[in-house]
T-cell receptor, first 116, second 112 residues
Framework: DTEVTQTPKHLVMGMTNKKSLKCEQH?????MYWYKQKAKKPPELMFV???????INESVPSRFSPECPNSSLLNLHLHALQPEDSALYLC???????????????FGPGTRLTVL | DAKTTQPNSMESNEEEPVHLPCNHS???????IHWYRQLPSPGPEYVIH???SNVNNRMASLAIAEDRKSSTLILHRATLRDAAVYYC?????????????FGTGTRLTIIP
């Protein structure tokens, strides 16, 4: 299995809803990432998990809550989002070693989120 | 973080070589140069990376200037499927806390 999967593909939620995005990989990768991408903009890093521990939080608002239950799974819990949070949310993973400057990142297809 | 500069857009004819430039004048000695591309279907895709020497793989070649202040991604024979946004990124080693910082990239259009 050489891919990163993300569910759901599309999500529409209200500002009072609680929802979760899910990311899964079975490549034995030990670093996993969440990125946010607004339309016609480059992806922006949100969080990095290395060996199931949060290693980077790019000053993301607390209404986004990441979770890494095991080495294959990464969740992003969403609560009280704003319409400006509407974007494509991309998950990525990189090989054992927790990520080094030689490691490539493998991206999933993303979840397109719309906040009403 | 060291920054990269790329042209906003480029066009190339199908089946011709494409040279995509990237300037990174503030690169440090341990920064790796990575290239990713993002096709119309969402997730970015790894293309190639290097440190000092030129690199080749099945997708592309990477030519790195001797002073490392610039690099060029070479697609040897562009096809319509190569139409994408190409990102040149410096990846900084940080003991497992590496992160990709995407710039604005170059939008490559392939003309049939």
């Amino acid at each position: 299995d050489t891919e990163v999967t993300q569910t759901p593909k599309h999500l529409v939620m209200g500002m009072t809803n609680k929802k979760s995005l899910k990311c899964e990989q079975h490549m034995g990768h030990r670093a996993m990432y969440w990125y946010k991408q607004k339309a016609k903009k480059p992806p922006e890093l949100m969080f990095v998990y290395s060996y199931e521990k949060l290693s980077i939080n790019e000053s993301v608002p607390s209404r986004f809550s990441p979770e890494c239950p095991n080495s294959s799974l990464l969740n992003l819990h969403l609560h009280a989002l704003q319409p400006e949070d509407s974007a494509l949310y991309l998950c990525a993973s990189s090989p054992p070693g927790g990520g080094t400057s030689t490691d490539t990142q493998y991206f999933g297809p993303g979840t397109r989120l719309t906040v009403l | 973080d060291a920054k990269t500069t790329q042209p906003n857009s480029m066009e190339s004819n199908e089946e011709e070589p494409v040279h995509l430039p990237c300037n990174h004048s503030t690169i440090s000695g341990t920064d790796y140069i990575h290239w990713y591309r993002q096709l119309p279907s969402p997730g970015p895709e790894y293309v190639i990376h290097g440190l000092t020497s030129n690199v080749n793989n099945r997708m592309a070649s990477l030519a790195i200037a001797e002073d490392r202040k610039s690099s060029t991604l070479i697609l040897h024979r562009a096809t319509l499927r190569d139409a994408a946004v190409y990102y040149c990124i410096l990846l900084i080693s940080n003991f497992g806390n590496e992160k990709l910082t995407f710039g604005t990239g170059t939008r490559l259009t392939i003309i049939p």
